[in-house]
């Protein structure tokens, strides 16, 4: 299916590349199966992105930056609010709501999900991309907005403490998938908005004994 050819040449690479390499796979897509799908030439694919494998990389990107763009601003908005002096439930309620909405957009996640198994399987992505375009940015925002709402935190606990609460998420939106997987009528609806209710509230008590050390 060819995509729409008002729009320009490098977009509809990405557009095309995307949806074959969401049905096929990295080694299942020609680059004259992209330009074709895309309505252009075989030579712009060079052209604008110098092969498959680094129009493949752009592919990703765009999903990377966007999740990166949403996160942070979830962040930046809740520490810009109720002048300078946020709660720290805004903050992980924001953050959570921005983490996981992206992941649930019925309009996007299926593709994105084909996208993300073709590559845990045959991994075409330099590990580094996640980590620049995604952990690090995510985790430094995230790691500010700690110290800023505790100001004597000891900093060597963040890390733990982000990676607790993206990891709660993560397993959410797994057992989210299961259920929804699963006919059994028995096992209870899966809400994702009380999920994340439960998540931002076992986290905050969680991290009010661990900054404070009284689980050590």
Not at 118 to 147: G, K
Request: charged residues 25%; hydrophobic residues 45%; contains cysteine.
């Amino acid at each position: 299916m060819k995509v729409n050819s008002n729009k320009k040449v490098r977009e509809r690479l990405l557009d095309s590349a995307e949806a074959l390499f969401c049905e096929r796979g990295f080694d299942g897509v020609s680059v004259r199966d992209i330009a074709a799908s895309a309505d252009c030439n075989i030579a712009s694919i060079n052209y604008y992105f110098g092969g498959k494998e680094k129009l493949y990389h752009e592919v990703w990107l765009r999903y990377l930056l966007t999740m990166q763009d949403i996160r942070i601003s979830s962040i930046n908005e809740v520490m810009n609010q109720k002048g300078g002096k946020p709660q720290v439930e805004d903050l992980l309620n924001a953050f959570s709501k921005a983490f996981v909405g992206p992941l649930v957009d019925e309009t996007k996640t299926h593709r994105f999900c084909k996208l993300m198994a073709r590559e845990m399987i045959d991994q075409h992505v330099p590990v580094s991309m996640f980590v620049d375009n995604v952990m690090i940015p995510t985790l430094t925002a995230m790691r500010d907005a700690l110290v800023k709402i505790y100001p004597d935190i000891d900093e060597s606990k963040i890390p733990m403490i982000i990676v607790s609460i993206i990891g709660q998420l993560l397993h959410l939106l797994h057992i989210k998938a299961i259920l929804q997987a699963c006919e059994k009528t028995s096992l209870p609806e899966f809400d994702v908005a009380q999920a994340i209710d439960h998540v931002v509230k076992f986290s905050i008590n969680g991290m009010g004994a661990y900054i404070e050390g009284k689980n050590e």
